[in-house]
């Protein structure tokens, strides 16, 4: 296993505060017996079969779970709709009126869609969506703002049985377009821009740009108007159509949601891994609802008078799992906010908090850090009583960021859940459950009910309690993905093969004495910028794409806010002068390949990298230079003068 997460974990566990769940919270809270993990352990099917009556099937399923290692099928036969799950249901309901989305924009505009209101668009959404050619088992890519219309536009592909592909707005023209064509998508949803620290994100323009002639499958963009005037779009004749035409002509009907099987494929979410391709994991519809339902009710404690807030984009996972999907389905009243946390003020997330009388909060740490480097003052502006729960996904979080947020944020009453999951797990998988768990900053405690987490060393023999090695799960889960679109020997290699018929997570881990699990971070070439996954080679393939590099290595420094900030070694081409001014010019073109998250953070130049005898860029030993370790094992590199080489230009550089 990488050694360079030791330091962290025993920066992590020198916090050994210990913090019950208050006795109040234990009392109200959704689950209070703690059988729950004995009988789930036992009789996983059946834990799984009971959360699966929360669903509304059309047709009722015929087994639980069918298993070939590793190919998963949960609900065999079952037949549902996930929008019918997150809309249609509650109208039957007194949730009929009840606010489903609370919205605010940037500049500070509020809409509210109660659950009847987000029928009637969704419905509009699919009409004018069938109209464009879309049906069941037709892709549709998603490139929009934080506005109601992304909710309204992934449920209506989930109406029609068409899996939607969410591409994060801060992605660049070429990722965008990278995944239209990986997905094969007809359609594409966009908006004319959104808003970003007061500044216009030109969305529409970045999505002309990846079209640009190169998107074969694609035959319309849809475009929503957020900005107006402002955005300056052009509109391209027969391929472009503003939503609010396409859906006018719908207004009042209504289109029966498309029965799918409960393995028809939801939606495909792309995802950094160790290539230099992102991967599209797809997840299906029945164990996927079932898993996200489960886990938002029993981890958020959600009830029908909670206000939530996730604040994740629903560009990645987090927004699929825990803003659309697992609270929808609960009937949750959500806030949805568009914009920055700095804008106008660093008080903004604090204000909303007061303003709508949010209850539960979950965000990530690297956010957590920014506040506490902005300061107690901002939260200490707003009453912020009406939390009752603090979550937090996406990265390891240091113990003084959990402090910070459970006093600061919390007032020392909320319990704080710290919850462990991937794209590929859909779910969250190792998360305390508030009532029940004794929380320790850090910790992400225990893996969740019929969840079989563990943690295994290199033979596959797993560890003593105490010590560290991979994280694995070792018995399917509802929400699992079920494959890499396009790709199913890339699913096989990746994820089951180190341990044949066990899930391999990426993730470093270690159980304590008492069995909590700490997570330590990837141990393969992805790195975790600010709560979002790169793959290494991703970062290396943008910088060899500019003509004055040769090769590129790139790894994570950790970075005090971020987590991980990227760094790249960087060898030029004969004839290329090094200059501050390159360096610049490189980061910038990273950016722009891929979006503004992948920015490295430094550049280096260097004569050669240090290769092993396979040419194997030996990434390991960059980190220990740049983390000022001592330089671990070199007796597997071609030339070790090398790196005596980096080390002193990297000392010199750094000075
Ligand atoms: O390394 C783990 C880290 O984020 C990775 C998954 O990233 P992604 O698929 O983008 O999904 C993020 C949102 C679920 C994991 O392999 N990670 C996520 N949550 C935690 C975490 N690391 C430590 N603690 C967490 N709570």
Not at 251 to 265: F, L, Q
Not at 331 to 336: A, C, D, K, L, N
Not at 441 to 454: C, I, K, L, R, Y
Request: glycine content about 10%; hydrophobic content about 40%.
């Amino acid at each position: 296993m990488d050694k360079d997460v030791s330091g962290t974990f025993s920066a992590l566990l020198q916090e050994d505060r210990r913090f019950p769940p208050p006795p109040q919270f234990a009392e109200q809270a959704n689950v209070r017996d703690a059988g729950v993990y004995e009988e789930a352990r036992r009789d996983p099917e059946g834990y799984w079969a009971g959360q699966a009556k929360q669903v509304d099937w059309f047709t009722p399923y015929q087994r639980v779970l069918e298993w070939n290692a590793p190919w998963a099928k949960w609900f065999v036969g079952g037949t549902l709709n996930a929008a019918y799950n997150c809309v249609d249901r509650h109208l039957k309901t007194w949730r009929r009126n009840k606010a489903a989305i609370i919205w605010e924009g940037e500049p500070g505009e509020q809409r509210v869609l109660t659950y009847r209101d987000l029928y009637r668009e969704v419905n509009q959404a699919a009409l004018a969506l069938r109209a464009l050619g879309v049906g069941k088992g037709d892709t549709v890519a998603i490139y929009l703002p934080m506005i109601p219309e992304a909710v309204v536009a992934m449920l209506a592909c989930a109406r029609l049985g068409a899996p939607h592909t969410v591409v994060f707005g801060g992605f660049s023209p070429e990722s965008l377009r990278e995944r239209i064509n990986d997905a094969k998508c007809k359609v594409l949803i966009t908006a004319d821009a959104g808003y970003r620290r007061g500044n216009l994100v030109a969305l529409k323009a970045n999505a002309d740009a990846a079209l640009n002639g190169e998107t074969p499958t694609l035959r319309h963009v849809l475009v929503v108007q957020r900005v107006g005037a402002k955005a300056n779009v052009t509109m391209q004749a027969g391929r472009d159509v503003w939503w609010h035409d396409a859906v006018a002509p719908h207004a009042g009907k209504e289109i029966a949601p498309e029965p799918v099987d409960a393995e028809h494929p939801l939606y495909i979410l792309y995802t950094s891994g160790t290539t230099g391709r992102p991967k599209g994991l797809v997840h299906t519809t029945g164990g996927y609802l079932v898993g996200t339902m489960t886990t938002t009710r029993a981890i958020f404690d959600l009830k029908d008078e909670d206000v939530y807030w996730c604040t994740a984009d629903v560009g990645w996972v987090t927004g699929h799992s825990y803003i659309v999907y697992g609270p929808l389905a609960n009937g949750v009243t959500q806030v949805m906010y568009e914009g920055a946390p700095d804008w106008p003020d660093k008080d903004r997330f604090w204000a909303l908090i007061a303003k709508y009388g949010i209850t539960i909060l979950y965000t990530a740490p690297t956010s957590i850090r920014t506040f506490m480097r902005w300061g107690a003052a901002y939260p200490q502006r707003h009453d912020l009583s009406s939390l009752r729960l603090l979550g937090t996904v996406g990265e390891p979080i240091n113990p003084e960021a959990w402090i910070w947020y459970r006093d600061h944020i919390g007032g020392g009453r909320c319990p704080v859940v710290d919850t462990w999951w991937q794209t590929e797990t859909g779910m969250i998988m190792i998360s305390p459950l508030p009532g029940l768990t004794t929380t320790r900053p850090g910790s992400a405690t225990f893996p969740f009910p019929g969840v079989d987490a563990d943690i295994l060393d290199e033979q596959g023999k797993p560890v003593p309690l105490g010590s560290g090695g991979y994280l694995v799960i070792k018995r399917p889960w509802p929400a699992m993905m079920r494959s890499i679109w396009g790709d199913p020997d890339r699913y096989v290699s990746q994820y089951w093969s180190k341990y044949p018929g066990i899930y391999l997570t990426g993730d470093g881990a270690r159980r304590d004495e008492d069995g909590y699990f700490w997570l330590l971070g990837r141990v393969d070439d992805v790195l975790n910028v600010s709560a979002h996954r790169i793959g290494t080679m991703e970062l290396e393939s943008a910088l060899v794409s500019h003509p004055a590099v040769a090769e590129a290595a790139v790894i994570g420094i950790t970075h005090e806010i971020k987590g991980q900030a990227p760094a790249a070694f960087v060898t030029l081409r004969g004839d290329v002068e090094p200059s501050e001014a390159l360096k610049k010019e490189l980061s910038d073109h990273v950016a722009k390949k891929i979006g503004g998250i992948a920015r490295p953070e430094k550049v280096f130049f260097t004569a050669e990298l240090p290769k092993t005898r396979s040419a194997k860029i030996m990434r390991r030993l960059l980190r220990d230079i740049a983390e000022g370790r001592v330089v671990g094992d070199t007796t597997t590199l071609t030339d070790p003068t090398v790196l005596a080489d980096i080390k002193a230009r990297y000392a010199q550089e750094e000075a």
